[in-house]
């Protein structure tokens, strides 16, 4: 088929650039063993011709000896090609094919079904744009199939085609194919897998794989080369977040010096600005530099070399990204990792991680639980064996620039090598904890507080402080006024007779949450801790003024529900952020804008305003005492003071 072209025989030279010109395809093909991987590959490449002839007489020699077929010819022996795998019958080792049609190149890698062999099927599934899932007619759904259909989801593969094989086996039954199709479905439902098809086929016979089947009249979709040929894969690159981790400083002679790399995401042009991490130095690109040229522009996956306007230090390790775009930098993450080693995991023993072109050392600090891929349940386990998932957190010895996996494969995947025998024991894949949706999280464990402590009733702490216990959550960006206006309320409700306390974010970060950091996921938990402390001291009858950034409006919601939401009162300092710039006597903002300080909300991190506030106050305008008045005149409104 890739052949089929009058240009072979008039301009070669434009064959050869058409060719060049064709999209590529990754993909692999993985399932439980004997559902018939090798065999649709042999299959698929059989009937569109892209076997040679010499290949073709081997082959059918070959079936005769080592075939399945009772000596017919045996398409799964083109990739099952160590002594091994023909003996046994099974695919051992990931085999890659190459092969073209007219609209398409694609490069199958054919992946062992054996569970003993899972490491390998992760490591053909690391780069495949699309999954061929293959499904015995006569067994349906096994472990194995659930198993890869995991480690597919998990490697962020899209795409997915289910191809129900073997149904010459059960009398091309159209009602056992939409019984296999409903139980995968049902399974599937709980992966992440945007893009899920299903084609029921005959790899053996080829009904189905090039060819519409003759003996399936009820199916009217697409056959498996067509699907291949045709689904839409050009949104699946991150051509936005420009990413070049630097592989090697290119110094030639005294007048050149290049940083060469790979592009793993987004596109770069010549004269745009770029920012060197983690020196976050910036410059302008001068040149892009290739073997065969200058480029006026670079985008994934390409390798190049290059130039900046300005002499600046960058070496190996280093990022060249956009000033507006920078990835996160921490020396503690969270990640999925896929153990390959006999040897299992130890907790707190220092390992290797390479990540892009960078290598540092570390330890796999906690093992936060192991996944059974059986079931996609979670369980708790002191290690990981060969084979296994789990999620670990990691403690690196100096900070790693990265996005998450889910947002950017290139920057987001890592492996981890033994530092005695160098040998890679585990590939991992950096989960985004900010966003990561986790059924543990502590905010959905319901609190073990009572409404009740000891023999005295809320109504008679109402009585005895003449108040209704609240909590007044006071958000608002740096600089905005939160602790001073908390201060000086507390100072007002004593004045008054009133019973209060103030939650500084300062202070607590001081004392009960100090061991937290600035990302999201931790500023979350601080104000889960905090808003316990709250729910307390408003059980002591207490009204409770926290001062908190809180950015986050859906954190800042749990808050309230943690609390109460009948006696969670959010009040909006909104302050202009120069303002806030100006108040600063501590030069927070300039660290922060500086890099020394990450994840800072109004420079590096967004502040999300609340929705619904019960108070907006801009303290650029009101003075504290009017805050204060106004913050009163909301607690009389609400009958939280009598």
Known sequence: ????????????????????????????????????????????????????????????????????????????????????????????????????????????????????????????????????????????????????????????????????????????????FEEIRDEYKQFASRLDIPDLHFIPISALMGDNVVDPSENMPWYNGSTLMNFLETVYIGSDKNLQDFRFPVQYVLRPNLDFRGFSGTVSSGIIRKGDEVMVLPSRKTSKVKEIVTFDGNLEEAHAPLSVTLTLEDEIDCSRGDMIVRPGNVPRQRQKLDAMLVWMSDEAMVPGKQYLFKQTTKVATGTISTLRYQVDVNTLHRQDAPTINLNEIGRVSLSLSEPVIFDSYKKNRGTGAFIVVDRISNVTVAAGMIIDRDSEDEADDLWSVESEQTEKRGSVTSDEREARFGQKAVSLL?????????????????????????????????????????????????????????????KLMNGAGLICVCAFVAPS??????????????????????????????????????????????????????????????????????SVEECVDKIIALLEEKDALE
């Open 474 to 534: 006071l958000t608002g960006l740096t600089g905005s006024g939160k602790t001073t206006i908390a201060y000086a309320l507390e100072r007002r409700l004593f004045d008054m007779g009133r019973a209060a306390v103030v939650l500084d974010g300062v202070n607590m970060r001081r004392g009960l949450t100090k061991e937290l950091g600035f990302t999201a996921e931790e500023k979350s938990e601080n104000l889960r801790r905090s808003s316990e402390v709250a």
């Open 553 to 622: 409006e859906d954190v800042r919601q749990k808050a309230a529900q943690s609390v109460g939401a009948d006696q969670f009162l959010t009040i909006h300092l909104d302050a202009p952020v120069d303002v806030c710039r100006e108040r600063d006597e501590n030069g927070m903002y300039a660290k922060a804008d500086a890099g020394e300080i990450s994840n800072f909300p109004g420079v590096s991190f967004d502040y999300e305003p609340p929705v619904d506030p019960a108070l907006k106050l801009n303290t650029a305008i009101f």
């Open 1 to 176: 088929m890739s052949h089929q072209s009058d240009l072979i025989a008039t301009d070669i030279n434009a064959y050869l650039e058409q060719h060049e010109r064709k999209e590529l395809l990754r993909f692999i093909t993985c399932g439980s063993v004997d559902d018939g991987k090798s065999t649709l590959i042999g299959r698929l490449l059989y009937d569109s011709k892209m076997i040679y002839e010499d290949q073709l007489a081997k082959l059918k020699k070959d079936s005769a000896v080592h075939g399945t077929t009772g000596g017919d010819f045996d398409p799964a022996l083109l990739t099952d090609g160590l002594k091994a795998e023909r003996e046994q019958g099974i695919t051992i080792d990931v085999a890659y094919r190459y092969f073209s049609t007219q609209k398409r190149k694609f490069i199958i890698a054919d992946t062992p079904g054996h569970e003993q062999y899972t490491r390998n099927m992760a490591t053909g599934a690391s780069t495949a744009d699309l999954a061929i899932i293959l499904v015995d007619a006569r067994h349906g759904v096994l472990t194995q199939t659930k198993r890869h259909s995991f480690i597919v989801s998990l490697l962020g593969i899209k795409h997915v085609l289910v191809a129900i094989n073997k149904m010459d086996l059960v009398e091309f039954g159209q009602q056992r």
